[in-house]
């Protein structure tokens, strides 16, 4: 292991001193990734910033406890608090999306997606999900997923001609294989979803209706997209991403499949749920139920609009041709003749982080497509506007269009950290690692 070392920064004495004096290779490499999300534009669509209050949850003391079960019925004595906990939580995640009943064990999405079909599906259905080469996501039908593998898994794919969801192409799809669960929700998808076009054929061919709302969860809170769960039988999210909150995610459904939900997780799938996580996600649920959430929701589409504009000027193709939420989907190997992934170590170099993604009918392979992938969540999070896009767009352009040229990727590099520093990171004081910032050379 490579031991690292902190080029720029004086490490204060008092910060993570317990770490200090245990584990300082950890305590380095925590510094240095905070070094990093402080100083870097962060464009991975599924990334974020979470706050200090989300942070000191997801740290606190209920990492000590078991809690297996559900309140009111666990296995092990002591549950006072986190039943209290886990209450709360459930409560702020089904009034904010408007759903009958909400598991908040899952530790992660794809397991939350793993338990949402066991609860209501049998091994061997048919169900129906976005191809993940079309920004589906692997839990919801690939071949070499569990999805893809216990279910019979028909994949829907996009219009060739807009690159959107073509709703009588699903629809015929759906009457002719009679899926038995229908799932909506995407990973790289620029464009708002009619979800009830979606509950329109499920009650057609009489199917479950799914929603994954993963990316766009926080997007939802705040008003900047339509909400599925008040019309879906089952549906999930990670509770990260745009919703700002710790790694884990949610359940949520109708009263009818709660129990069936309930026991898909345990004794299903897990054991004792991480108290810990869900207590942050209670917090980040509270934040995302408060007025400046509705104000960070929109500003994050207003950023995506904007840095779309700015590329198209420069002459890239975007998937869709421009974007209704948090993401962008650019072409860049037909168009600019660059690989993705080409493309996004280019961009990390400068200080511009993306990945590399596949588009629609790609022709390369998955592990360098013809495409990247950019979202404005975390920018968004820094409070950054429509002024920070174009000169985002600006640099991106520079970027892609002299790859090869190390003197001004290094130059980009450092105007990208001097922008950063003028806009904090939620959850990061580069006091206490005392940063010593130096302008770049004009």
Not at 32 to 37: G, S
Not at 129 to 137: A, E, F
Not at 255 to 278: M, R, S, W
Request: contains cysteine.
């Amino acid at each position: 292991m490579i031991t690292p070392t902190i080029s720029s920064p004086k490490i204060a004495m008092t910060y993570l001193p317990a770490l200090k004096e245990t584990d300082p290779e950890i305590r380095d490499l925590i510094l240095l990734e905070e070094k990093r999300e402080f100083e870097k534009m962060r464009l991975i669509p599924s990334e974020n910033y979470a706050s200090d209050a989300v942070k000191e949850a997801t740290g606190g003391i209920f990492t000590n406890k078991y809690s297996e079960g559900y309140p009111n019925k666990r296995y092990y004595e002591g549950q006072q608090l986190t039943d209290q906990v886990e209450i709360l939580a459930c409560e702020r995640a089904k009034k904010l999306f408007g759903c009958d009943h909400v598991n908040v064990q899952p530790l992660s999405g794809s397991p939350a997606n793993m338990a949402a079909y066991r609860a209501v599906l049998k091994p061997g259905d048919t169900i129906m999900g976005l191809s993940l080469p079309h920004g589906g996501h692997l839990t919801h039908g690939w071949k070499a997923n569990f999805s893809g593998s216990l279910y019979n898994s028909v994949p829907y794919e996009l219009d060739p001609e807009t690159e959107m969801l073509n709703f009588d192409m699903i629809r015929a799809l759906a009457k002719e294989h009679k899926p038995q669960m229908i799932i909506a929700g995407y990973t790289a998808y620029p464009r708002t979803i009619d979800w009830t076009k979606f509950r329109e054929i499920c009650d057609e061919v009489g199917a479950y209706f799914h929603a994954d709302t993963s990316h766009i969860t926080g997007l939802i809170a705040g008003g900047a997209h339509p909400n599925p769960f008040p019309i879906s039988d089952t549906g999930i999210t990670t509770t990260h991403k745009t919703l700002r909150g710790p790694r884990g995610a949610m359940i949520l459904c109708k009263q009818e499949h709660a129990e069936a939900v309930n026991k898909a997780i345990i004794p299903g799938l897990q054991g004792g749920p991480h108290i810990h996580t869900i207590s942050a996600i209670a917090v980040a649920l509270k934040q995302a139920s408060q007025p400046d959430a509705q104000v960070y929701a929109q500003q994050v589409v207003k950023n995506a609009k904007a840095l779309a504009e700015r590329l198209l000027s420069h002459g890239f193709r975007l998937v869709t041709g421009g974007t209704d939420n948090h993401l962008i989907l650019m072409e860049v190997f037909e168009s600019k003749g660059i690989l993705g992934r080409d493309a996004s170590r280019a961009l990390d170099k400068a200080g511009i982080v993306c990945n590399a993604n596949m588009v629609p009918f790609d022709k390369n392979s998955p592990f360098n497509p013809s495409g990247i992938r950019i979202g404005t969540p975390s920018i968004t999070s820094r409070g950054m506007k429509e002024a920070e896009m174009d000169k985002l767009g600006d640099w991106m352009n520079e970027v892609l269009s002299n790859i090869d040229n190390d003197a001004i990727l290094k130059r980009i590099e450092g105007e990208v950290r001097d922008l950063c520093v003028s806009f904090p990171a939620p959850g990061i004081d580069p006091e206490r690692w005392n940063c010593l910032y130096t302008p770049s050379p004009k």
